[in-house]
């Protein structure tokens, strides 16, 4: 570039900058599809099983239009009724993707490793979706949203050890699915909220979540399920996934007894 052509260049950004137009960013709409995508191989055709496998057909969330429903409820003997928000039922073959688009398994290079004990993880970005305790600002709103299920890569590996021992592979085969099961309960309990922030958002925003005032109360009782299913061995857990998967949950349990061949990898 000649000096003369910097100088018309300069000239050029004066007038512009002079003429009172301001910039001003477009407003964009895109359209996005949810989908469910599954890639654990070996073992995707069983992790799409437990998929096929779900019993019950609707699921119940909160109301969008039910300004009152995080206020808390009890039984007669004190306890607080964590569901007494999910007052709407919608079908799960519905909604099931847009809680969870992906499970996969573990990357070392670009996931969090697992703490010690965890088998699998639910990781989603949920308080970007709906905000904080106390949020401030409007967030982003459930347009953003992504959820996804991350399995250690020692249960891939575990398999292809034990493949040529039938009982053995059998039992790492239900242990597995035992791991996606629990987690999509995760899954489950996100769509809670999630729909209905999907249903109406503005309505939700502003009468559920009263702007950001009732996040705390959303995610107090958001903690405490997680609380339950991540009751690890215990009858809680065991009766959750019951609640999804009657007539299989059991077999499954059995089989958390080779928990301990998915150790010692994926940063546990």
């Known amino acids: ?19 009172g137009e301001q910039f001003r960013p477009r407003t964009r709409t895109r359209t996005r599809t949810y989908r469910l995508d599954i890639c654990t191989p070996p073992l995707d055709d069983l992790a799409w ?30 306890a607080i009724l964590l569901d007494s928000d999910a007052t709407l039922s919608v079908p799960i073959a519905d909604w099931l ?8 398994w573990h990357h070392p290079e670009g996931d969090e490793p697992f703490r010690d004990g965890v088998c699998g993880v639910y990781r989603s970005n949920w308080l970007t979706v709906l905000g904080a ?47 996606i099961a629990h987690e999509l309960v995760h ?54 996934i019951e609640e999804w998967w009657p007539s299989r949950a059991e077999t499954w349990w059995e089989a958390r007894r080779l928990f301990s061949l998915f150790a010692g990898a994926d940063g546990k």
């Open 49 to 78: 099983d437990v998929i096929h496998s779900i019993e019950r057909t609707d699921i119940h969330v909160a109301d969008p239009n039910d300004a009152g429903c995080l206020g808390e409820k009890h039984d007669e003997n004190g």
């Open 133 to 179: 305790p106390y949020a401030e600002a409007e967030p982003h709103g459930p347009a953003v949203f992504v959820g996804e299920i991350i399995l250690p890569s020692s249960i891939q590996r575990a398999w292809w050890e034990c493949r040529e021992d039938g009982t053995k592979r059998t039992g790492i085969e239900q242990a597995f699915q035992l791991v």
């Open 187 to 240: 899954v489950f309990d996100t769509l809670k909220y999630l729909v209905p922030a999907f249903m109406n958002w503005r309505k939700f925003w502003r009468d559920v979540l009263g702007e950001g005032s009732a996040n705390d109360l959303l995610l107090s009782r958001a903690n405490m399920k997680d609380r339950f299913v991540d009751d690890y061995g215990g009858e809680n857990e065991l009766a959750m």
């Open 1 to 19: 570039m000649t000096a003369n052509q910097v100088s018309a260049s300069k000239r050029r950004s004066v007038v512009s900058a002079s003429s």
């Open 97 to 104: 993707a847009v809680g969870c688009q992906r499970i996969r």
